[in-house]
């Protein structure tokens, strides 16, 4: 695989949303999972919140059982989510704010006012063999603490730019895809690896997926709700050809 392959990680959350609707076992999550996989997916992305709205802890369980490729575990900073993913010891762990409240993770993570507690947080995920990732928003003030915190990688929060786009807001969408432009330049220079993520569509990724210091995008919403229409490997290898293609 060559050096500016692009990998997805493909979020089955909300295939979880969907079976917990009737609370039974289907849609399963896992077959999700070895679906993305066997359409090109380079990872699994799956979020176990404090609530269990959608991922249950028998998925993370499961997902750890089946996957070939690696899992990229969110989870919220909390001693809970620290001992399921220090027993689990996942390929990443990908640190995110969270709020009950909210429908799904609304901004980046407030790294720079929490920065001791942080680097304690991830110490040991580190040393468990985990790489740590931050989710945060396109700001110098915040991917500067990660770097000092220890992160070995980034993510950034794309949702301000997507909703900008689908709105029609396309001065504003412009603005926010050169922030983006210009942090995950500034964090490469930091030596940080830059993922990117947060409502991605078919019509939004393409610019993202062109910054060459972008390594991987995680996308999840958008090619679950397109699997409806389209059958999910067919959803995922469209989102993977439009990557690709970025990226030539």
């Known amino acids: 695989m060559s050096d500016n392959h692009l990998r997805l990680g493909v979020n089955i959350d909300h295939v979880a949303t969907v079976r917990n609707a009737r609370g039974g076992a289907y849609p399963d999550p896992l077959r999700a999972a070895k679906l993305a996989e066997e359409a090109g997916a380079d990872g699994i992305t799956a979020h176990l ?16 059982g089946v996957l070939s490729v690696p899992l990229n575990f969110e989870m919220a900073a909390t001693p809970e989510m620290q001992k399921i993913a220090l027993r689990h010891k996942p390929h990443a762990v990908c640190i995110v704010p969270e709020k009950r409240e909210e429908r799904t993770t609304e901004g980046g993570l407030e790294v720079a006012r929490e920065e001791n507690k942080l680097a304690h947080y991830i110490a040991p995920l580190r040393e468990a063999g985990c790489r740590v990732s931050i989710f945060i928003a396109a700001d110098p003030s915040q991917i500067e603490a990660a770097h000092r915190i220890g992160a070995e990688v980034i993510e950034l ?14 001065d504003a969408a412009s ?3 050169e922030s983006l432009r210009d942090m995950s330049a500034f964090a490469h220079s ?8 947060h409502g991605l569509t078919y019509d939004t990724v393409k610019p993202i997926a062109a910054f060459p210091e972008v390594r991987e995008l995680n996308i999840g919403h958008f090619l679950i709700g397109e699997s409806i229409f389209r059958g999910l490997t067919p959803a995922i290898a469209e989102m993977r050809r439009l990557m690709d293609e970025a990226r030539v």
Request: charged share 35%; proline share 0%; glycine share 12%.
């Open 190 to 197: 930091l030596g940080l690896e830059v993922h990117a993520g």
């Open 157 to 170: 929060h794309t949702g301000a730019y997507c909703d900008a786009h689908a709105e029609g807001r396309m």
């Open 49 to 64: 919140r404090e609530d269990r709205r959608h991922i249950s802890d028998a998925d993370i369980d499961g997902l750890m």
């Open 175 to 177: 603005r926010e895809l």
